[in-house]
């Protein structure tokens, strides 16, 4: 896939490098941050500069050949090449905007987010897995296929880990500008890893979100959460009651809060005929394929089937692509939520009846 990608975004790649282009681009990223929707990042950045970020994170990660989604290649191949622009726009302020709302309003919650990130993303080092309960752990790699306990903080020890032996800091630079560095928390993870096995002495899974909380035992001024239109100190529920951890709790505020938008991106890269078939397939009790094929007029069930096993790995592969933890990793109300919005939007193509 990844070499027919790469032919087929020449086209793309060619427009993109006209001097004419060149002055496009700069013109639509400036527009854009001046616009009220943009966050303060954007607003505060010199066009010029936002322009090369914007283009990086353009080229090398919303079209990165190897996570290549078919549907941008369809927009490609058809010469739509601003409408790309448009949908890079989009996925790179949400995740300027979603990356200011985390560290402003709850540096921990960042900080979570962030370590489930970077453990998953190498795998050279750590091997993440999730437990019954539903959230991440991590061992290093070696022990991969081993199987080790799980290291039950909670019960050892329930308020602190302030007794514990710092992560080492790095020289006399404040913490705030190491402590969500990547290389740096791959470092704290190996150290906090260690600690735990000389105080169990056996090799441990350690949940992701005890990481978090030894790192904000040393880092006080992580733990200081501001949630919208919430009490200092109340407990935040779900409409279900079930109560969650401040950084967990966050990971839903916000995944609830960007999941609209989103939505709409991934819905406006899909046909009308497959958002036809998205929603049918999704409605309440299911249409079957061949009553789809009839009411939306295809030839027959497998092209229904076609079309809506392309959507669902469209789905996949867009939520695998945005910014943050993948579908499959986001608390299940924020992953359900997106669904039906998904299918909301969807429905809106289908023909009165």
Request: glycine share 4%; charged share 25%; hydrophobic share 35%.
């Amino acid at each position: 896939m990844t070499d027919l990608s790469e032919k087929a975004l020449k086209p793309f790649h060619d427009w993109l490098n006209t001097p004419e282009t060149v002055s496009y681009v700069l013109h639509y990223v400036a527009v854009k941050r001046q616009q009220a929707s943009a966050s303060p990042t954007v607003s505060a950045t010199d066009t010029e500069d936002l322009c090369q970020d914007f283009t990086l994170f353009l080229l090398e990660r919303f079209l990165a050949p190897d996570r290549m989604q078919t549907d941008l290649l369809a927009l490609i191949q058809n010469g739509q090449f601003r409408r790309i622009l448009d949908l890079a726009w989009g996925r790179f302020s949400w995740m300027q905007r979603d990356l200011e709302r985390n560290k402003e309003l709850n540096p921990r919650g960042y900080l979570y987010r962030r370590l489930r990130e970077v453990l998953r993303q190498h795998e050279d080092r750590f091997s993440v897995t999730i437990s019954a309960q539903g959230y991440p752990l991590y061992a290093p790699v070696q022990h991969k296929n081993d199987d080790l306990p799980f290291f039950a903080a909670m019960d050892q020890y329930p308020t602190s880990f302030n007794q514990w032996q710092p992560p080492r800091a790095l020289g006399d630079r404040p913490a705030q500008d190491y402590v969500f560095n990547e290389q740096w928390l791959l470092g704290a993870a190996d150290e906090f890893w260690h600690q735990v096995m000389r105080e169990t002495g056996v090799p441990s899974r350690i949940a992701v979100r005890d990481l978090c909380r030894y790192l904000a035992c040393h880092y006080p001024w992580l733990n200081r959460p501001v949630f919208e239109q919430e009490p200092e100190g109340r407990a935040l529920d779900t409409p279900g009651g079930v109560r969650h951890a401040p950084e967990e709790q966050l990971l839903l505020n916000t995944g609830l809060r960007s999941i609209a938008p989103l939505a709409e991106q991934l819905v406006a890269t899909w046909s009308s005929t497959q958002q036809q078939v998205f929603a049918l397939r999704l409605a309440d009790p299911p249409v079957t394929l061949k009553e789809v094929a009839s009411r939306i007029g295809l030839s027959d069930h497998n092209k229904a089937h076609a079309l809506y096993q392309k959507a669902v790995q469209s789905l996949r592969n867009f939520s695998s692509n945005w910014p943050g933890s993948p579908l499959s990793d986001l608390p299940e109300e924020v992953a359900q939520t997106f669904i039906e919005e998904v299918h909301r939007l969807c429905k809106k193509s289908l023909p009165c009846p």
